[in-house]
């Protein structure tokens, strides 16, 4: 839009097909405003080609600067939507991730779409008016609420659909908004129309299953079943003028029955809807007769139960069915609709062919203009449909002249009734011209006006009936030659032009009133030129008295009934000769003295005329009789107004006074009856007559003076001095009534004071200082008991005084708001004393009312706090005893009151009182300010509120640290008090309502917009607190070390910092105290294991804590070693926690390591308790994995920390130790740990600790104990000797990178298992999905400082050092086996290196080794699965001494293949045929002739014959394993199956090849110096082999080796 080019939005359709230059616009059209004359705009619609015409200025909404600033991103509504959806994103990820409630879930997704397609619309106003823009975030704002409500999410305070400035709004005026916001949510369902809430039905007609070749009506109307009558204008839609796609013809149409219930119970209203059909005249619906001539036929009819839709209301769906009319069995149709109600309201079954009219319905409630605005989108594309008998009298519009002509029945002549096929059409025709108005008829709000209407057709009636309703609009024009027109004709087929008749109807009467309400009975005669009214008779009823002299003259009649909705005609004789006093100046009297005879219905129409009048009246009239009955005929229309208006009774008035009122000079007549009623009244006259009269003062009083002040053009020439002395004449009157002591005066005075603000205003404008007035009524109202209805009054009356703005100025409030507050404490003790329980209400009244306190004088603000506090301390102590509504009631008023202090209004107003009555103050304080803090007292959406509650307490929390040091500190030290300032302190700042960094972003940062980090605050002012406490800190010394460790770990590090040196200083205390802090450490520590474990905490907590406290150390002189070694426990005890909180629950592994760390930690501190739960832990976990060896050996932990002494030992909740003795425990530990090293098969383990038990039990001759513990040591002994002993593999694992957690990070350990390298290497990549495997030959080094995971996996051999049972005969094998398992630290791993260049053809020539030594900090088996490496040694080996090391390890494997084998129940021999396959075969990678190709040579001899003595120990050890191989042949000849025979075959042929390799090598070796060994070692081998017994294998190597020889 250009600067000089002004836009406009269509908000209603207009139809400019009537009006000359006029053009037809569509609701949201968009058109460029070209000039402006009187109301009509001429303009160009944009998006029709820029067709130019005229329109109302009405019909549209002109654009301006408004939409420039909605269509950026500071539009509060848009914004809001955006960050609503931000904030339920994250509820709804967390319902998704739970799968809590998949219905929320779908709830947020819909909602939030909703949302952005009404942002777009707010935010795009191109098309789219400012109401429409404004229906729009009403939409989008309850859409947030009702869905926050659901999900339990905050509730946004608002007032008029905004969010509310809760930095501007007392917590009185909050909680009330909260409580309406309750109140609406509790009522959310209900349905109420009682008494003056007016009901609007908004109803949408979707589409009709109708033939779309066809025309069609559908009309619809509200319709009082109880009085048989149609009671709004309907609604029209026409299927010509719809083009759609959809097969019905109809396009939706939408319309609002207005104020439905009006003087009508819902219960007999029904919305009726009936549907014509332009069709040829034929008996069926069926057109069986060709026919250019179509009429209007009836069709169908639906109705819906308006009682049905209220119990329905949450539905939109509106059940419509609609039943199509045959007229050979049913009624007229125009009774079809009560034939229908009565079948369907009796559940009686309807036999005609049905079809669904799909439809929505929405019922408001209200008052409809605000509706209006509330629901702008809604209303502006809906026609609204007004009840015929109902008009806004106080909302004054456009003229309204509609006269509603209903054609009921025609009763044909016996002489006629051949004549059917009738129809009847309606026209308004001056008898002058002879010729019809044109376009003064129409069929209802949305139709088109025309010239005349027709009746619809029913086939074959000679006495048709219709009950259909014409609207004739009533032009400004003399209207005294008009007639309303009835023109009756026959219809057929063929002939359409043939008139049966005619009748009139004068518009008129001959007093020139319009026609009055009712049914007429018109005669049809022919038409003869004579335009006279053809009137039979009239009522007002539903039965019509025919004259029948009138009647013998006429064959045929018609029946018609009339009903006016006009604003500017009136059917009342008296009304008009009001208006025209001067004229009908002998009448006036008569009219006068029937005054009350008017309707008050005509009379609220005509207010403002019939007032002005008769003040004119008052003014002009000579004759004082006349004057008095046109001051009764005011008072009487005044009471009619005020019975009608607001319950005050004013509003009305107040806007006739300004804006209608004409310049009279009444006043003066009106002020002397003022005075005269008033002085009657004194004088004792307390009739009712009379104070009816006096009740009128206050608005006779407003129009005299603003009648006074009319008289005057200029108003700063305003002579005042005369009105002034006549109100202070009634002022005066009016309080000496008041003050008159006597009871029947109560009511009198009750209402001067309802009143009284209202008489202020009408004679402030007289007075310079206005405040006169009020002070004066002030001054006499009295503090002792009043009458109920008068107390009530005196409260509203200062209810008005305190909201009054323009009164609370100039200064004046510092002399009427005392006087009011001092009259409300004495109304508190008065109500207190009365035991009145709505005493609550009236501080929460003043609370709301923060106009009044706020003023710059500090002298005057402390004197309103403090009277405030003293009215406020006398409610809400009674209160404060019972947890109701009055209860919090109390809490809010006490803190709104403290929210309405400045800086020093606390302490001044508490320094005041005597020591005691401080004490109690600031205790009754705490303890106010402890219920809130318990957060019990609001809901939990009620966020905002607690926020601002809180942010109160805070506040209020400085003053009252300054009344503690003044009167509670050092001689006068109270602990009570002081301990009471901490907690509340240290609950605040751990207060959920305060944890921003829970809150979803966008509330987190409105939050810190609005208070900041309250946190913070209250942080200094705890370090200040505990500063000034000097010595006095030894009261608080341990408990509040607690206390401030949990206050540090609240994650904002200015806060951290503050309370860690409060923290220091603690601990520095306690050392000076006691020169030992050991007592403070183990309250610390304690403390910090809950916290961590409760979820506080975290490392960059540790860190914080560790620099902090440094720091704090090095600049102190004491707390030396012991500080560090505070520091260092404390952060060992952190890292620990930390590490078990954050990696537990998803890695096994770590889980156990960090439980493990922390049992340390505790046993080394002998801290029981905490090192039995994390044992007790341990060992659960243990058992969950079936690890039960390291089970045992975890109670063996604890079992080997007990004494056998008798001392009792206390249980240990949630853990397997109960109450017992220390010897039960330690026996019970034993012989649990024996269970599980028996059910792991770890019996070495099992026998070790039955030794202990048994030696316990010989010691103590505990024979018994004895006997069983040696039987179970047998039992173990035989499943140990039958037992299949399986070995298990021992690997090198490292963790490199500072991915790793810190207790790993950068570590190597020993795991044992019973897994392949294969296996064991994917569980660990399980445990670490994010590692990454690095090979053996890496260095890892090099990833140490990477932020990475690295794992490195090498098989690890144990070492068994002096046990000389290993190579005993008399050890059986499985025993020893078994032993090799146990007491195991040392292992050996190796790493192959390049030495020199490689040979390609055999790699062991360059094949060097590494080979490493390692010792783990504890054993195997124990506790865990894996022990840390601790020590560490390296050598490098050459190649040849690789080449041994090789060949030990398969001879090694070889052997426990063969073992296992033979020892095995289920044989499997195929991991035997590829290890022997791997050695015998195999060309590289572990074939021998490769070992005796690379060093038991002549070249490597030549080069090396310093090794000579080690390629000597390479053949020994070449031979040893032919010596295996030779066993493993043999095991495999047994158990080789037919389809391995070749592979079997083939391996012995190469084994034969392989030993005739071996003698030549040896004869070789034998001639080489320094190899002498090899001779005798050669030699034994030989003798070995033959002194053997022959095995088939043998015998076959032995003839093969004899033949060869």
Not at 936 to 964: D, G, Q, T
């Amino acid at each position: 839009m250009t600067k000089t080019e002004l836009q406009a939005i269509a908000i209603h359709n207009f139809d400019g097909s009537h009006v000359l230059h006029g053009i037809n616009i569509d609701i949201g059209d968009r058109i460029i405003i070209e000039s402006e004359y009187q109301g009509w705009i001429l303009g160009a619609i944009v998006n029709r080609d820029h067709a130019r015409g005229i329109f109302p200025k009405s019909h549209v909404e002109v654009l301006d600067s408004f939409y420039t600033m909605s269509y950026g991103p500071s539009n509060m509504v848009a914004e809001e939507i955006v960050n609503t959806i931000h904030d339920w994103s994250d509820s709804w990820a967390d319902q998704f991730v739970n799968s809590k409630d998949r219905d929320v879930i779908h709830t947020i997704s819909k909602k939030s779409e909703q949302l952005m397609e009404l942002r777009d619309k707010i935010l795009d106003n191109r098309y789219y008016s400012k109401h429409h823009l404004e229906a729009f975030k009403t939409e989008a704002v309850n859409i947030i609420d009702e869905t926050n409500r659901k999900l339990d999410a905050d509730i946004i305070p608002r007032q008029n659909n905004m969010p509310v400035d809760m930095e501007n709004l007392n917590l009185a005026q909050l909680y009330s908004l909260y409580r309406g916001d309750s109140n609406k949510k509790d009522n959310v369902g209900q349905v109420t129309c009682e008494g003056h809430d007016s009901l609007h039905l908004l109803i949408t007609l979707k589409s009709f299953p109708l033939d779309k070749t066809d025309s069609w009506e559908v009309i619809s109307r509200l319709y009082d079943a109880e009085n048989d009558r149609f009671i709004s204008d309907s609604s029209v839609a026409l299927s010509t003028e719809y083009e759609t796609q959809d097969s019905t013809g109809f396009g939706a149409t939408s319309f609002i029955f207005t104020n439905a219930n009006h003087n009508v119970s819902v219960n007999h209203l029904y919305v009726v809807v009936r549907i014509m059909r332009k069709a040829p005249i034929t008996k069926n619906r069926t057109a069986t007769v060709r026919s250019k001539f179509f009429y209007r036929r009836s069709y169908g009819c639906a109705v819906s139960s308006v009682a049905a839709m209220l119990m329905d209301r949450n539905s939109e769906q509106l059940d419509l069915t609609a039943y199509i009319y045959e007229s050979k069995d049913r009624d007229h149709f125009a009774n079809y609709h009560q034939f229908l109600i009565e079948k369907i309201t009796k559940s009686i079954p309807i036999t005609a062919e049905i079809f669904k009219i799909k439809a929505t319905k929405r019922i408001f409630t209200g008052n409809f203009h605000e509706l209006k605005r509330q629901h702008r989108l809604e209303f502006s594309e809906a026609s609204i449909i007004p009840r015929i008998d109902y008009l806004d009298w106080k909302r004054p519009g456009l003229p309204i002249s509609e006269l509603f002509i209903t054609l009921i029945k025609t009763e044909i002549g016996s002489n006629r009734q051949s004549e059917s096929n009738i129809e009847v059409s309606v026209s308004l025709i001056s008898k002058t011209t002879k010729h019809p108005l044109p376009g003064c008829f129409s069929q209802g709000v949305n139709a088109e006006r025309l010239t005349s209407l027709s009746t619809y057709i029913i086939y074959h009636d000679d006495n048709p009936q219709w009950m259909e309703t014409f609207k004739l609009t009533i032009p400004d024009v003399d209207l005294d030659p008009y007639f309303i027109k009835f023109d009756v004709q026959h219809r057929s087929s063929s002939d359409r032009d043939h008139q049966f008749g005619i009748s009139y109807l004068k518009l008129l009467k001959p007093n020139r009133t319009i026609l009055n309400n009712g049914i007429y009975m018109l005669k049809v005669h022919k038409d003869k030129g004579e335009i006279v009214s053809d009137e039979i008779s009239e009522t007002k009823g539903t039965k019509t008295r025919r004259s029948s002299l009138l009647y013998r003259d006429t064959n045929t009649s018609m029946t018609v009934s009339l009903q006016l909705r006009s604003t500017r005609l009136t059917q009342d004789i008296n009304l008009l000769r009001i208006f025209h006093w001067r004229n009908e100046s002998s009448a006036l009297e008569t009219t006068l003295e029937t005054f009350t005879l008017i309707k008050e219905s005509e009379l609220l129409k005509y207010a403002p005329k019939v007032l002005n009048a008769l003040l004119e009246i008052i003014s002009v009239s000579g004759s004082e009789h006349l004057k008095a009955r046109a001051m009764e005929a005011l008072i009487f229309t005044i009471s009619i107004i005020q019975k009608n208006d607001t319950p005050r009774g004013t509003g009305y008035l107040d806007i006739y006074a300004k804006r209608y009122l004409n310049v009279s000079s009444a006043w003066k007549y009106i002020v002397n009856y003022i005075k005269r009623c008033l002085d009657s009244i004194i004088a004792g006259d307390l009739s009712s007559d009379n104070f009816e009269n006096f009740k009128m003062i206050p608005s006779l009083l407003n129009i005299a003076v603003s009648s006074y002040m009319k008289n005057y053009t200029n108003p700063f020439n305003i002579n005042t001095k005369v009105i002034r002395d006549y109100c202070s004449g009634i002022l005066k009157s009016l309080h000496t009534l008041f003050v008159t002591d006597k009871d029947e005066l109560n009511k009198i005075k009750a209402f001067i004071l309802s009143r009284y603000i209202e008489i202020y205003h009408a004679c402030k404008v007289a007075y310079d200082d206005s405040t006169k007035i009020i002070s004066a009524i002030l001054d006499k109202i009295e503090n002792k008991p009043l009458d109920v209805e008068i107390a009530k009054e005196k409260l509203s009356l200062i209810k008005a005084i305190l909201s009054d703005r323009g009164l609370l100025r100039f200064g004046y409030e510092t002399r009427i708001v005392p006087e009011c507050l001092g009259k409300i404490h004495k109304h508190i003790q008065s109500c207190l004393e009365e035991n009145n329980h709505n005493v609550l209400d009236i501080p929460i009244m003043l609370l709301k009312l923060t106009e009044f306190i706020n003023t710059e004088d500090e002298s005057h603000h402390y004197q309103v706090f403090s009277q405030l506090q003293d009215s406020v301390m006398a409610a809400i102590t009674k209160a404060m005893d019972i947890e109701t509504e009055d209860y919090k009631k109390a809490i809010v008023i006490f803190l709104g009151t403290l929210q309405l202090s400045r800086q020093n209004d606390i302490y001044l107003y508490l320094s005041f009182k005597t020591s005691e009555d401080i004490k109690e103050r600031v205790v009754f304080l705490f303890m106010t300010f402890k219920l809130i803090l318990e957060d019990k007292i609001f809901p939990k959406e009620w966020f905002y509120l607690k926020l601002s509650a809180l942010n109160i307490i805070v506040r209020s929390l400085r003053s009252i640290a300054k009344v503690m040091v003044r009167y509670f500190l050092l001689d006068k030290y109270n602990h009570q008090i002081w301990d009471s300032y901490f907690f509340i302190a240290s609950s605040l700042m751990l207060s959920h309502t305060l944890q921003l960094e829970s809150f979803p972003a966008n509330k987190r940062n409105k939050t810190l917009k609005i208070y900041g980090d309250l946190r913070i605050v209250i942080a200094e002012q705890i370090v200040d607190m505990w500063e000034l406490l000097g010595n006095d800190r030894n009261w608080h010394v341990p408990d509040f070390m607690k206390t401030v460790l949990e206050l540090s770990m609240i994650p904002v590090e200015e806060i951290r910092i503050k309370m860690m040196t409060v923290i220091f200083n603690i601990v520095l205390f306690e050392f000076t105290k006691k020169n030992s802090i050991s007592e403070i450490e183990t309250y610390a520590l304690d403390k910090t294991h809950e916290l961590i474990n409760t979820g506080k905490g975290d490392h960059k907590y540790r860190e914080t804590f560790y620099e902090t406290f440094t720091n704090l150390l090095l600049n102190s002189r004491y707390l030396d070693e012991h500080g560090r070694q505070f520091i260092n426990d404390m952060t060992e005890l952190m890292d620990k926690l930390l590490d078990y909180r954050n990696f537990h629950v998803e890695n096994q592994d770590v889980k156990l390591r960090c439980l493990r760390n922390l049992i340390d930690f505790y046993y080394n501190r002998n801290h029981e308790e905490l090192y039995i739960r994390y044992l007790n832990k341990f060992y659960q976990e243990q058992l969950k994995l079936g690890n039960y060896v390291e089970a045992g050996y975890t109670l063996l932990h604890y079992a080997h920390r007990l004494t056998w002494s008798n001392g009792l030992l206390n249980e240990i909740g949630d853990t397997i130790f109960k109450r017992e003795t220390e010897e039960q425990r330690k026996e019970k530990m034993n012989k649990m740990a024996v269970d599980l090293f028996v059910r792991g098969k770890s019996w070495e383990s099992a026998m070790s600790t039955c030794k202990d038990l048994i030696q316990r039990y010989e010691n103590e001759l505990e024979l018994r104990r004895l006997s069983g513990i040696l039987k179970k040591y047998a039992n173990i002994v035989d499943e140990m000797l039958k037992a299949q002993v399986v070995l298990p593999y021992y690997y090198h694992v490292g963790f490199y990178g500072v991915g790793f957690p810190k207790l790993i990070q950068n570590k190597t350990y020993i795991y044992t298992s019973f897994q392949s390298i294969s296996e064991f290497c994917g569980v660990m990549q399980i445990y670490f999905p994010q590692a990454q495997l690095l090979s053996a030959r890496v260095d890892p080094s090099s990833h140490y400082r990477e932020d990475a995971q690295y794992i490195q996996i090498m098989p690890a051999k144990p070492l068994y050092e002096s046990k000389d049972y290993l190579s005993s005969s008399k050890v059986e094998e499985s025993v020893k086996r078994c032993l090799k398992r146990s007491g195991i630290d040392t292992f050996a791993k190796s790493v192959t290196v390049q030495v020199g260049q490689p040979d390609p053809d055999n790699e062991f020539k360059s094949l060097g080794l590494i080979k490493y030594r390692l010792r783990t900090e504890k054993s195997f088996p124990g506790m865990q699965l894996w022990f840390e490496v601790v020590e560490v040694e390296k050598k490098q080996l050459k190649p040849l001494q690789n080449a041994i090391e090789s060949l030990q390890e398969k001879l090694e494997d070889m052997q426990e293949l063969i073992f296992g084998l033979e020892n095995s129940v289920n044989i499997n021999i195929e991991p035997l045929t590829l290890k022997l396959q791997g050695i015998i075969i195999a060309p590289v990678n572990g074939g021998l002739g490769k070992f005796q190709e690379a060093f038991i040579c002549k070249e490597y001899l030549a080069s090396h014959l310093d090794e000579a003595d080690v390629v000597a120990e390479l053949f020994i050890t070449l031979l040893k394993l032919l010596a295996v191989i030779e066993n493993g042949l043999a095991v495999q000849q047994r158990l080789v199956t037919d389809q391995m025979k070749p592979l079997h075959d083939k391996l012995l042929e190469s084994f034969q090849r392989l030993r005739t390799d071996m003698e030549e090598k040896g004869q070789f070796l034998a001639a080489v110096p320094g190899c002498n060994a090899v001779l005798q070692e050669y030699n034994k081998w030989v003798n070995t082999m033959s002194s053997r017994p022959k095995s088939c294998l043998q015998q076959t190597l032995i003839r093969e080796y004899s033949t060869d020889s």
